[in-house]
C-alpha cells in the first residue's frame, strides 16, 4: 500500500485535515503525520494538542518569533533544513498540503527535490486581497495531482494548462467534519468558553490582510470594534494567523478586548469547538476562509470584511463590507434581520455532499506513480 506523508503548518488546515486523518484510520490506510508552524507556538493556542488524537510521527519547528519579512524569510530556511531531515529518514509516496500558506513553499520545494508525488488540496481558488493567491497558484503548477472543492474551482485550475485527469472535484473537507464531528451540547459548551446561554452570541475572526494598502491594520482593526460596539451579544474571538503584520494587528486587537466586556478571546478553539458554537451565532463577522466555505452549510449570516476573500465563491449568506465603520454596522444589521435570515432557510450548499475524504483516499488508493504522472505538461486544448 502507498504511503501518505500529510504536513500541517496551522490550526486552519489541521483542522480540515482532521477529516482525511479520521478517513485514513477507518479504512486503515497508511499515513505520517508531521506538524509545524504554529501548531507548536504557545501564542497561537499550541494546536499541537488538537492533534494528539492521532498518531504524530514528528514535529518541525521553524518559525522565528520576530513578526518582520526577513525573519519570514528566515524561517523558511530553516524549515527547508528541517524538511531535509524528513525527507531523508522516512520513506512516502504522497505529499499531502492543503491550501495556500507560505509555509507550504519549502515543503513543495523539497517534494520536488526529493521527487514525490505532491497532492493539492483546495487549489483553484481566489483570494485576491492576500499573498496567499500568488503561493495558491504556484502550488498548482507543482502539483501532481488536485483535489477541489466544487468543480468551478476544478475548470480554474484546467484553464492554468493542467491535464483534465490529474484535476478531481471531491467537495469541501469541511463539510466532512461538519457532518461527523460530535457537537457539544449548548450548556457545556459556552460553560467552557465562559459564556452566558441566556445571551445571544456572534463569532470573530480577523486575519492580516496582506495585499491590502490604504488602510493600517490599526485602524481596521478600531472600525471593527467601533461598528460592534452597538451589537449587544457576546462576541467569541479567536487570534489572528501568523501572517505578516499578525502582531500588530493582534496587539490592536487585544488594545480592543481591554474595553469591551462582552468579548471572550480564545487563542484557539479547536475544530469541535468551533463547529458547534456556530450553529448558536447571530452571525459570524471578520475575513476567516471559514466564514465563506464552512459556515454558509448552518445558513448562519457570515459578514465579510475587505478583500482578503475577495473572487471566492459567494453563497447568499455571505454579506461583503469594506472597511468603514458604517458600513459595517449597516451589514449587521442586516444579518440580524429576521427577513434576511429566513431568506437563508433554502440556500443550496455548494461545496459538497460530505464525501470528500473518501473520495481522496480512492483516487490516491487507485493511482499509479510512474512517468506520466511525474512528468507535468501543459495543456490548454480545453480552455
Known amino acids: 500500500m502507498k504511503k501518505i506523508a500529510i504536513f500541517s503548518t496551522s ?14 484510520e477507518r479504512v486503515k490506510y497508511s499515513y505520517y503525520l508531521f506538524l509545524g508552524g504554529m501548531h507548536t507556538k504557545e501564542e497561537f493556542g499550541k494546536s499541537i494538542n488538537d492533534a494528539k488524537k492521532f498518531e504524530i510521527t514528528e514535529t518541525f519547528d521553524f518559525l522565528l518569533n520576530e513578526d518582520t519579512s526577513k525573519s519570514k524569510s528566515k524561517s523558511l530556511g530553516i524549515e527547508s533544513f528541517a524538511l531535509s531531515e524528513i525527507f531523508s529518514k522516512y520513506s512516502f509516496d504522497f505529499v499531502l498540503i492543503l491550501g495556500d500558506r507560505f509555509e507550504l ?16 488540496l483546495h487549489g483553484g481558488e481566489i483570494t485576491e486581497g492576500a499573498i496567499d493567491e500568488q503561493i495558491r497558484h504556484m502550488i498548482t503548477k507543482s502539483a501532481h495531482l488536485h483535489f477541489t472543492a466544487c468543480e468551478d474551482y476544478s475548470n480554474n485550475i484546467k484553464k492554468m494548462g493542467e491535464e483534465n485527469w490529474r484535476v478531481h472535484n471531491v467537495g469541501a473537507l469541511g463539510l466532512d467534519n461538519i457532518l461527523n464531528v460530535s457537537k457539544i451540547k449548548k450548556e457545556e459548551l459556552f460553560k467552557e468558553l465562559s459564556l452566558d446561554s441566556n445571551q445571544s452570541v456572534s ?12 488602510l493600517s491594520p490599526e485602524k481596521q482593526v478600531q472600525n471593527l470594534f467601533k461598528a460592534l460596539e452597538n451589537y449587544s451579544g457576546q462576541i467569541v474571538l479567536t487570534a489572528p494567523n501568523i501572517d505578516p503584520s499578525y502582531s500588530t494587528l493582534l496587539k490592536s486587537i487585544k488594545k480592543e478586548i481591554e474595553k469591551n466586556k462582552n468579548i471572550s478571546y480564545h487563542k484557539h478553539l479547536g475544530i469541535k469547538k468551533y463547529l458547534s458554537l456556530i450553529k448558536y451565532c447571530d452571525f459570524v463577522i471578520g ?7 464552512e459556515v454558509p452549510y448552518f445558513k448562519i449570516p457570515t459578514i465579510n470584511i475587505g478583500d482578503r476573500q475577495k473572487g471566492r465563491i459567494r453563497h447568499k449568506s455571505i454579506i461583503d463590507t469594506d472597511y468603514s465603520v458604517e458600513s459595517i454596522k449597516i451589514e449587521i444589521g442586516k444579518a440580524l434581520d429576521s427577513k434576511f435570515r429566513s431568506s437563508l432557510e ?21 493511482t499509479e506513480i510512474y512517468e506520466k504522472l511525474m512528468r507535468k505538461k501543459l495543456n490548454f486544448s480545453g480552455v
Do not use: Q, W
Open 11 to 24: 490550526r486552519a488546515d489541521f483542522g480540515l485535515f482532521e477529516a482525511l486523518l479520521r478517513e485514513c
Open 105 to 120: 513553499l519549502p515543503i513543495v520545494n523539497t517534494a520536488i527535490i526529493f521527487k514525490k508525488t505532491i497532492v493539492h
Open 203 to 214: 463569532l470573530c475572526t480577523y486575519h492580516p490582510v496582506t495585499l491590502e494598502y490604504k
Open 287 to 293: 475575513n476567516s476562509s471559514s466564514g465563506i466555505l
Open 346 to 366: 433554502n440556500m443550496k450548499y455548494k461545496f459538497g455532499d460530505g464525501h470528500a475524504a473518501e473520495r481522496i483516499i480512492n483516487v490516491l488508493k487507485n
